[in-house]
């Protein structure tokens, strides 16, 4: 695993993850790997269950009670093709970060997204994945007592940027570009 640059993110529920990797894929070419997409998401396909939150959270922590908190940083990083700069969306737990720093030292910084809870729900219910359409601004906020997800304030206070997505996505473009800029004059 030949890196230079790799970028761990962390956040809640639609604070901007996803769209913040997409980006550094589109514009800068990192490689995309997420927990969700490319560990959990194929093995609850395999055993012919739906993708909602409820099934992706009891899977998850059905992992990491077996093998570990990191195992999902672990499985992730066995699919790690090629070399270049990578980003890893959707970390929740301290131990998946440190497995991350301990593969790849300092070429790993993790990233905060932030977003208020208001925006975060507005978000979920317009992208409408695991179960999320429907749920009340009340549900929305509930289910931050999840083990997946209460764990997730914890992990974010280790990040080493914290990046606040509460305007448009052209502003938080901005942000990752001067983040890069200040990144590649070391690491890129």
Partial sequence: MD???VLGLVGKRASGKDIFAKYLRDRYKFQLLDHTKDVLAPILRKQGKPMVRKNLTDLAMKLRKR???DILSKRLCKKIRGKGNL?????????EAAYLHRTFKDRFKLITVEADPRLRYERAKKRGTKGEKKLSFREFIKLES???ERIIPRTMELADFVIANNKTPRDLYKKINNLIEKLGKKHL
């Avoid at 980003?87 to 131990?95: E, G, T």
Wanted: aromatic share 16%; glycine share 6%.
């Fill in 87 to 95: 980003v890893v969306s959707n970390i929740r737990f301290p131990a």
């Fill in 3 to 5: 890196f230079m640059l």
């Fill in 146 to 148: 999840l083990p997946t």
């Fill in 67 to 69: 093998y570990g908190d």
